[in-house]
């Protein structure tokens, strides 16, 4: 399926495909020459198709998601980088949860019975099958995903970066916060060096302060040749202030602070990229082949 600089492609059929057509997990492969990055949005997804609306005591459209943040790193794969999203909410399955967490709190659980706040977002408790197809439409074919992702951009690059996309909407005093699970899941030199790229575009960066990196950059870093760090975004640096960290709303898509916040991460991701073009050496793809980094030129703070 033709998108932009890239082409989509679906995880194998699922028990709950008939139920889900046109949604889900996907991936995203630029047809622009790779660099050796894989870039996951796993809360960006709005989505509750049924049977999954089924007990809920709250509007499904009304449930918190990192805002938009599909929409904001749409450019990706332009610049090389391969993506694995979902449009499916993380109160469906959440993606960065353990698989074997079940239904209980919403820090812990990977289908949550309940907002960060604790308010119930069931009548009733799901069972343990519904828990199960949860899992099996929204967790199993994400990951499956990245595995696949991963493999494919080792298997070319021969050392993979992995960002795990997220927005947070915590008055907190930085613009981004990156948590390799204190070096866990990445080396201080990689994540240092993403941070870098975060500051020379106006933004506050922090280290493992209040996300130290979840399930999904702790599994994935521990495999040969990966470093995985989790990039969460200040809501306030891209969408209205005044609507941001507000879980009473839907906040607007838009205005300056989009663009702006945009612009900025397209020339973070430029240079972020640079180190990550060098293809491995048994690849039959010549180095000339590797993008020019004018693109990146028109990259200048706003």
């Known amino acids: 399926m033709p998108h932009r600089a890239g082409y989509r492609r ?49 509007e499904p459209i009304t449930l918190w998601s990192d805002w938009f943040t599909r929409e904001l790193y749409e450019f990706l794969p332009r610049f090389g980088v391969t993506v694995v999203r979902t449009s499916l909410s993380r109160f469906v399955a959440d993606p960065n949860r353990d698989p074997t967490t079940g239904h209980g709190r919403f820090w812990n659980s990977v289908v949550p019975a309940s907002d960060w706040e604790g308010m119930a977002l069931y009548r009733r408790p799901l069972t343990r099958v519904e828990v199960a197809d949860r899992v099996a439409a929204a967790h199993t074919p994400f990951h499956r995903l990245l595995d696949h992702a991963i493999e494919a951009v080792l298997a070319q690059h021969g050392r993979v970066l992995v960002l795990d996309l997220h927005s947070f909407g915590m008055d907190l005093d930085v613009d981004v916060d990156l948590g390799n699970q204190r070096g866990g899941s990445a080396s201080a030199e990689v994540t240092g060096a993403v941070g870098s790229a975060f500051e020379s575009h106006g933004f506050k960066v922090g280290y493992n302060h209040r996300f130290p990196g979840g399930w999904t950059v702790g599994r994935v870093g521990r495999m040969s040749g990966v470093d995985a760090v989790q990039v969460e975004l200040n809501q306030r640096r891209y969408l209205n202030p005044v609507q941001a960290g507000d879980p009473a709303r839907v906040p607007d898509q838009g205005g300056d602070n989009f663009a702006d916040a945009a612009h900025r991460l397209e020339c973070v991701i430029a240079d972020v990229t640079r180190p990550w073009r060098t293809l491995h050496p048994t690849s039959v793809r010549r180095r000339a082949e590797a993008p020019d980094d004018s693109r990146g030129g028109a990259c200048r703070p706003r």
């Open 10 to 58: 679906r995880v194998s059929p699922t028990p709950c495909d008939e139920l889900m057509a046109g949604g889900g997990p996907e991936l995203i492969v630029p047809t622009s020459p790779s660099v050796g990055i894989v870039a996951t949005i796993p809360h960006g997804g709005r989505s509750v198709p049924p049977p999954f609306d089924t007990a809920m005591a709250v």
